[in-house]
C-alpha cells in the first residue's frame, strides 16, 4: 500500500507572503497525485491533479504543484496567499493498479493571518 | 445539484448501539466511497463501491458494514458502535467504474460521530 507524508501539520503564514506546503508519497509505481482542500466544517474538495504530461499543475486560484518523480514529491505552492486561503489542505496518491483506491496525507492545516 | 449529501450531520452513541450513516449523490456516479477522518492521519478509505451491487474493503473495514442500495444511495452501518469508532465519517463519489484512480471524488460534509 501506498503512504503519504505531508511533512508540517500546521503552516502560519501572513497575508501576501509566498508559502510551500509538502507532500511526499512512498511508491515508485506509477500514480496519480492530488490535492484537495478542506474549509472548516466542509467535505473536502479537489485543488489540482497530475495525472501526465507536463509535472507543473495549476488551480483556479493561483496555486500550483510541482510532480518530482526522483524525489517522490509533489508539493504544493502559492506565489501570495490570501487570507481566504485558511483551510486544510490534504495531499492525495492513487496507486494506477489498485482500483480506485486513494492514500491521503494526514493534512497541513495552513493559517493565514493578516 | 446538491451533489453529495450526507445524514445525519452529528450523532452521539453509547458503546454497543447500532446506527447507520445515510449517504445520496444526484451526479449519476457510478463510484462511491465512505472514509473517516482522525486527527493526525487524513482521511482512510472503509468501504468503497465500483457500481451498484458491488462493494468492496478498503483500509479499515473492521465493525463496519455497508450497502449499495441503488446507484444514488451508499449507506454505512455500525452494528455495534465502539469509542475507537468516534470520527467524521465522509462520503464520496466518483464519475467511473474504470478503477482508473483518475478520477476526481466529490466529497459529502461530513458525519461528526461520538461513541460514548
Known sequence: AQSVTQLDSQVPVFEEAPVELRCNYSSSVSVYLFWYVQYPNQGLQLLLKYLSGSTLVESINGFEAEFNKSQTSFHLRKPSVHISDTAEYFCAVSDRYNFNKFYFGSGTKLNVKP | ?116
Open chain 2, 1 to 116: 445539484n446538491a451533489g453529495v449529501t450526507q445524514t445525519p450531520k452529528f450523532q452521539v452513541l453509547k458503546t454497543g448501539q447500532s446506527m447507520t450513516l445515510q449517504c445520496a449523490q444526484d451526479m449519476n456516479h457510478n463510484s462511491m466511497y465512505w472514509y473517516r477522518q482522525d486527527p493526525g492521519m487524513g482521511l482512510r478509505l472503509i468501504y468503497y463501491s465500483a457500481s451498484e451491487g458491488t462493494t468492496d474493503k478498503g483500509e479499515v473495514p473492521n465493525g463496519y458494514n455497508v450497502s449499495r442500495l441503488n446507484k444514488r444511495e451508499f449507506s454505512l452501518r455500525l452494528e455495534s458502535a465502539a469509542p475507537s469508532q468516534t470520527s467524521v465519517y465522509f462520503c464520496a463519489s466518483s464519475e467511473g467504474t474504470s478503477g482508473s484512480g483518475m478520477e476526481t471524488q466529490y466529497f459529502g460534509p461530513g458525519t461528526r460521530l461520538l461513541v460514548l
